[in-house]
Every structure is written in structure tokens, then in C-alpha cells.
């Protein structure tokens, strides 16, 4: 990115400043390398973000910002419904709710070393990944709509897991205020054979272990220590929270709010009829999100109670980083209900956040950064700074370096396999190609990504994680 | 001449066709959409899906194309690697002919989630050829 467009406010915070149609400015928190390398197109895209009605205090990007759909990937920007604020499709992406959770093994490095091809096998056959991979669960049209209002809670009462996970996933593990019937027919044919699957891509199930710990003491809350095994998912809505993008999307972009710079910051006026469609239907794509990961989670209890039945696996957290969350934030010393987008980005709560369980609230909550097959992860927490500085959210992952095309072109996945294999790290795919498109090389050092957030005072580090086992899609 | 090519996006992936008619350069897009999800020369043709769809523009007819296929994709679990595409006005007939997906035979790479609207452009060349692309999310 040219520099030359930004004014630097202090070493990890850049601004756009207002110009033009522009209502706020643009902030960026980032290093100088992470700003010379990111794509010009975010500072496109957040200006374009900042012309939006409704739009409160500033268009923030993340560390990890990339070019995104109308809204940078890394992009946080919130809306006041009394301002004629708007809700945006490509705001929120197309996987909805797509996100990360990581479970606490209870076990070490030494304990699982004698099962770990064991259990990557075990892993590998008990959930299901990749193009064309189908779940077992096959839901009628009723059971869907239950699900889709009622998100991880549904899973566990149907036996997908324990009542304690439910207090370790944002809003209790279901999103209020689902309109299963603002979900189309197709987005819930898409679903029908897809319950309980990784997905392809960037997903991936991964078995973790605690390689650096920054601060032992708010590590202990989370119980956490050095060479701890963590088990580490990340994936969204599947097939329903696509359509729901796709069908909104159109839907936005033809009866949407006008005028917008570039039809793809299609929007909806949150009052209006599209946009309260929009919200129901969002939401019931979240719950579907969080239903998701807590089969997945359920699945991997079984494949580890098979193979190493003295595991744990409580819930650490659950964090969701393809969001529109309705929040309370403080403008201009009045308190506002903000719908606050988060499109690649983590809510990262500080410590005392109300929102929080009493279990997590004295330190702040879980921020978990995912990293990428052969990378690191990391645990963060959130600050107390945050809320000022980007409505308490921080970045959610090392964001790509290099396209999917050029990426397939310069590894060979058997290759890349063999060689992160060599480093302790064993990969289970059906996808060479997918593992190519994947390299670890791709992608944006996670650890300068995680530093600067933690500079720019978003999130703090509180372990650093590196793979055993990557089940990929 | 008729031809496909995939373009660079920072996290996704860009499809794009070439043809001497609309509905060519759609067809030769759809193929570059197949070929973000597996090889698609290893793809046969025994079964015949056909779809229909609207939009207001030829530009939002490629996206609502594209998004078509992806959503026969995922529910019959397929892949297609023929097309036939008769467009009049503003509404298109897609004839997809394909098999079921076989991972290891069809080496897979990634699932498409949706057609976007970026980088969206559905042009006439100079030269007399179609231009349709856009960003497909994966």
C-alpha cells in the first residue's frame, strides 16, 4: 500500500483521512511491513466502506486486512439503525460465521507423542472433509428450522456435546432473533447433507500444542501451559450460510440502498423490510455456524475418546469472525445499539465486559487467531483499550500473501506433505491440490500479524500454538 | 476464440471467459468455475442437469449463472464439465453435463461457496470477442 494516502497517528495506527463522500475516516492498525505489503484495494475498500450511511466513528481494518467483497477482509465497521445506518451481505461474507474454537485436551506433548498417527487417522475418518463430503445427519424441514434458532444449544440437547460448552461460545452458543423462514428453500436443500462437515479451503481441524506462553497467569484462567495439546476447528454455515450470502447478496445489490460507490458494498437500510430479512436470516446462518462446530466437536470427542480416552477436551472458546453482532457501544458519551460488522475479524471483549462468563470475565475473552498447516496459531485475550480503538475487535488469522493461483503453480501438495511431515507435522487430506493452495508459504506471517495487533493495543498474546495433526478439506 | 483463464484475488479466486458470443464466453466461464474446484478434463458428461435463471443486467446474469451451477454442485454432489447456455434478453438456459464427484479421480481442490459481484464485468472487445468474469468465493 502506498504510504504516501495515509497519515501514520502512531507506529500501528494509520488513518484515511475524510475526504470526498467519505463520513468517517479510515483506520488501519498495522507494522510498517504489514502496511507496505498489504493490498492497495483495502485502502480502496475502506474508503468506499466509510461513505456509508449510518457509519459511527471510524472504517477499520485489522492487521491481517486483504481485499475482501465491499468491505476489506479485516474490516470492522459498525452502524446505528437511527442514523439510517445500513447491513451489508459482503460485510458480513459468505460464510457466515465462519470461526474458530479450540478444546483443552487435558493432555501433554509426551502423552499423546506414542497415538499421534492413531489419532490423526481417527480424526480423519470420523469427520467428514473436503468437496463433496457429506455428514451423517440428516435433518426433516422441521428439525432444520429448530436448529437454525437454536445453533449449538439444538446440538447439545440432542446430545452433540455438554451443557458447560454453551458458556464458552459468544452469545451462549445461539444467536437471538432467527428467521428460519427468511432462510430460502435452496439454502436449506444446500444443508441437508452437510450438517457436521469441515468444508474445504482454509478450514481445517487441527490437533495443537502450546509452543511459547507470554502470560502465565492469565494462561492458567485459561488453563493453558507449556506443551499442553489443544484441538483447534476452523470452519463456518457450510452450504445454508453460502446461499444465504448468494441469495442476499442479489437481493442487495438489486432492491438495496442506493446510491453506494460499487455495487459490491450492496447494502440494505437496517430498518428496512430486505435488511430485517437479512438480520433474521443471518442470524439463523450463525446458528447453523455454531450447530456446525459443535457436531464437529462432538465427532472429535469420539475419534480421541477411541484412541486416547483419558482426553479432556473442555471448550476454551468458540470465537465467530464473519459477523454482524448487535452491541452496545459508547458515541459521543451516549450509549447506542451499533450493528458492528466484522468480516475477518475476531470481537475480542475486554477484561469486566459484561457479555462475558463470570469464569472469563476478570481477565477478558479469548481471541484465537488461526494460523495456517506448518504455522502458528495463537491465544490472545482481549483489551480494554479495544473498545476504543476498533469497537473491542482484533484480527482473526495471517490473512493470504499470495493468490490461490499463484500458490498451486509454485508447490506440489505430496511435496509439501513429505516435508512438513519431516517437521512433526503430520497432514490428512484427499486434496493435494487444496494442500498446495494451502501452503504455509501463502500466507502472511501469523506472528507479525498477532505482535502487531498486540502493539496496536487490540488484543493481547497469551500462548503461541504450533500443529501436530492438520486434518484439511 | 473460446478459451478460459482464472485471475488473481487476494484470498479467493477470479473466473474468466472468453467467446465470440455472450453466451460462450459464459459457458467458457463456467468451465474456469469447475476448474477452481477440480480438473476439469478428468470430469465425464453422462448426466444432463438443466437450470434457469434471471437478472436485471447481462453482468448479474453471469453471477446468477454462476451461482446456479455452484448451487447444483452442491446438491446433487457433482461436478460439470460441459455447458450449453442459450440466453434471451435478460434470462438464461443452462444445459450442465456432468458425473458425481470422485475426490481422488477428479483431484479436488476446494469447494466454491459463491459467485460476487467483484470484479464483475460482462464486455464486448473491440476485437468483436466476449469478456465475463468475476470473483468466486472459496
Known sequence: MNRKSLTRRSDFEWWIEPTGQMRVPGIIYAGEQLIEDMDEKVREQLTNVATLPGIRRAAYAMPDAHWGYGFPIGGVAAFDPDEGGVISAGGVGFDI????????????????????????????????????????????EEEMDEMLRGGANWAIVRGYGRPEDLERIEEGGCASGAKPECVSHQAKKRQAREMGTLGSGNHYLEIQRVAEVFDSAT????????????????????????????????????????PIPDRE?????????????????????????????????????????????????????????????????????????????????????????PDLPPSLREVGQPVLIGGTMGTESHVMVGTGESEDLAFSSACHGAG?????????????????????????????????????????????????????????????????????????? | ??????????????????????????????????????????????????????????????????????????VRTMLFSKFRVVISGCSLTGTLLGEEVDPERHRVAVEAKGATVTALRVVHNHDGQWVAECVVDV
Request: aromatic content about 6%; proline content about 2%.
Open chain 1, 97 to 140: 460465521s465462519c470461526g474458530v474454537r479450540t478444546l483443552h485436551t487435558g493432555l501433554t506433548a509426551d502423552q499423546l507423542e506414542p497415538r499421534k498417527v492413531e489419532l490423526a487417522d481417527a480424526l480423519f475418518s470420523r469427520v467428514p472433509a473436503g468437496v463433496g463430503s457429506t455428514g451423517a445427519i440428516r435433518l426433516s
Open chain 1, 219 to 258: 494462561a492458567a484462567v485459561f488453563g493453558l501451559r507449556l506443551n499442553d495439546i489443544v484441538v483447534s476447528i476452523h470452519c463456518g454455515s457450510r452450504g445454508l450460510g453460502h446461499q444465504v450470502g448468494t441469495d442476499y447478496l442479489k437481493a442487495m445489490v438489486i432492491d438495496g440502498y442506493r
Open chain 1, 265 to 353: 458494498l450492496a447494502c440494505a437500510s437496517i430498518n428496512s423490510e430486505l435488511g430485517q430479512h437479512y438480520v433474521g436470516a443471518m442470524r439463523a446462518a450463525t446458528n447453523c455456524a455454531l450447530a456446525n462446530r459443535q457436531i464437529i466437536t462432538h465427532l472429535v470427542r469420539g475419534a480421541f475418546s477411541a484412541v486416547v480416552p483419558d482426553a479432556k477436551l473442555a471448550l476454551l472458546y468458540d470465537v465467530s469472525h464473519n459477523t454482524c453482532k448487535i452491541e452496545r457501544h459508547v458515541i459521543n458519551g451516549e450509549s447506542r445499539e451499533l450493528f458492528v460488522h466484522r468480516k475477518g475479524a475476531t470481537r475480542a471483549f475486554g477484561p469486566g465486559h
Open chain 1, 400 to 473: 493470504r500473501s499470495m493468490s490461490r493461483t499463484q500458490a498451486s503453480k509454485k508447490w506440489q501438495g505430496r511435496k509439501l506433505i513429505d516435508e512438513l511431515y519431516e517437521k512433526g507435522v503430520l497432514i490428512r487430506t484427499r486434496s493435494f491440490r487444496g494442500v498446495a493452495e494451502e501452503a504455509p508459504g501463502a500466507y502472511k506471517d501469523v506472528n507479525a500479524v498477532a505482535e502487531a495487533a498486540e502493539h496496536a493495543k487490540l488484543a493481547r498474546r497469551i500462548v503461541r500454538l504450533v500443529p501436530l495433526i492438520c486434518v484439511k478439506g
Open chain 2, 1 to 74: 476464440m473460446a478459451s478460459w483463464e482464472h485471475f488473481s484475488h487476494g484470498s479467493d479466486i477470479g473466473v474468466r471467459g472468453f467467446g465470440n458470443t455472450v453466451e460462450e464466453a459464459f459457458e467458457e466461464a463456467a468451465l474456469a468455475l469447475t476448474a477452481i474446484v477440480a480438473d476439469v478434463s478428468r470430469v465425464g458428461q453422462g448426466e444432463t442437469v438443466e437450470v434457469h435463471c434471471d437478472a436485471p443486467d447481462l453482468e448479474l446474469l453471469l453471477v446468477s449463472w454462476l451461482n446456479a451451477i455452484i448451487y447444483e454442485m452442491a
